[in-house]
């Protein structure tokens, strides 16, 4: 099948998944400042914020069995309904509790939405354009996450707008999906493995997916809080919460091809390198407009590539029976650092001001170098390596699985 026709194949639920990422991306830097402007701590941001990142560690785990159930279309319908439901009720609602909840709910619906969407790329496309076309998704996705942020500059007469506005987006990602002439791929199941193994071959890679989770989580929840708080008005905001994004977009290509001539520990380390020197820049720059987005745009960069690179990391270790076990593994120590990390940056902002940011994002990133740099010392460069992916956590676990199931079957 050539590109073109995988596209044909493929376009309905891109767009779709597109016009939700967008909504989601503007209401994930709006809810955290209208946490700000309605006073909450910093701690208490960090709690809600925790709950929207457990959801998706949740929903990348639990919500495969309802997708299995009800097939693509359905299950992309139903969580695509609880996203929207989910966003009316925290517009309406301030209370601290029902925020907690419907974070939580959004961030489940999320998560079975990217896998829903990647699942049926992978599905749809074979080895020979596999990689493109993933490549080309996750393009679209992460530029248009980036162009949300410039909704920020948008003036809504009432806040209750913002999230019907959000809400409208899932409604049209819905009736997109349900008009869709393609024929969605047949789900299967697939086979959990236990974290033991995997921790004993191949730690750096959990150790990297547990930091790349922790950044990845503070950024989209507590960076525009850091912003805020430093004076960034909302047009600041949004430009450099975009240039952050499209830093991770933009380098994922580069720095992925660097990870496929060199060891890839020592790529790790170069991007751990690149958060701990960004961090301590901004202490210096950013009263400076112009240095701060060059920064910021480094730091994103550097930041986004850490969980891709642990994934493809422990590929270049494990036998091809173990990718998937270890796929799982590491998706969940990815969710947990982008759950916990939430509440500790937070925590420290409370204590040291707003650059407590900067200041976990700095030693997280120096522990990751140390640590790379132990593994390199312990441990020869792999000989067989695999090549590098352009990954999102919340959909590996499944789509591996539904990429193994479909080969196996396609040789029998």
């Known amino acids: 099948m050539t590109v073109r026709q995988t596209l044909l194949i493929i376009i309905t639920p891109i767009i779709a998944m597109c016009v939700l990422s967008f909504g989601n991306g503007f209401f994930t830097t709006y809810s955290s400042i209208e946490l700000n402007d309605l006073g909450r701590s910093s701690l208490m941001i960090g709690i809600i914020s925790a709950a929207y990142f457990f959801g998706m560690t949740a929903g990348s785990y639990f919500s495969q069995f309802t997708i299995i159930r009800v097939g693509y279309i359905r299950a992309f319908v139903l969580f695509a309904s609880l996203m929207a439901i989910s966003t009316l009720i925290v517009g309406a609602n301030k209370s601290v509790a029902v925020w907690i909840l419907f974070r939580f709910l959004c961030g489940y619906s999320l998560a079975a939405l990217f896998i829903i969407i990647e699942s049926w790329c992978i599905l749809s496309s074979d080895k020979k354009n596999r990689g493109l076309i993933f490549s080309i998704y996750l393009f679209v996705y992460y530029g248009t996450q980036a162009l949300s942020q410039l909704m920020i500059n948008v003036h809504f007469s009432n806040g209750l707008l913002a999230y019907c506005f959000i809400s409208s987006l899932c409604s049209i990602a819905i009736v997109l999906m349900a008009f869709t002439k393609t024929v969605a791929p047949v789900p299967h199941s697939e086979e959990i493995c236990s974290p033991a193994k995997i921790i004993k071959k191949v730690p750096l ?56 001539l060199i060891d890839r520990r020592k790529v790790i380390f170069l991007a751990g390198a690149g958060i701990f020197i960004t961090s301590i820049f901004i202490f210096a720059f950013h009263t400076s407009y112009f240095l701060f987005a060059i920064i910021m745009f480094i730091f994103g960069g550097s930041a986004f590539v850490i969980y891709p690179l642990s994934i493809s990391h422990a590929s270049d270790f494990l036998n091809e029976n173990e990718i998937l076990g270890a796929i799982g593994v590491l998706t969940i120590a990815y969710g947990l650092g982008s759950v916990i990390s939430p509440v500790v940056i937070s925590g420290v902002m409370s204590v040291f001001g707003p650059f407590g940011f900067f200041i976990i994002t700095a030693l997280l990133s120096i522990s990751l170098c140390l640590y790379s740099a132990y593994r390199i010392s312990v441990r020869k460069s792999a000989t067989d390596r695999a090549t590098f992916t352009i990954a999102t956590p919340e959909s590996l676990n499944f789509t591996e699985a539904q990429e193994i199931i479909s080969e196996k079957s396609s040789e029998e």
């Open 205 to 260: 890679a959990m150790v990297a997916s547990v930091i790349g989770g922790s950044l990845l989580g503070s950024i989209y929840t507590l960076l525009p809080i850091f912003l805020v708080r430093v004076g960034s008005d909302h047009d600041m905001i949004s430009v450099l919460m975009m240039t952050t994004i499209l830093g991770g977009m933009l380098l994922q290509v580069p720095i992925g091809k660097l990870s496929d």
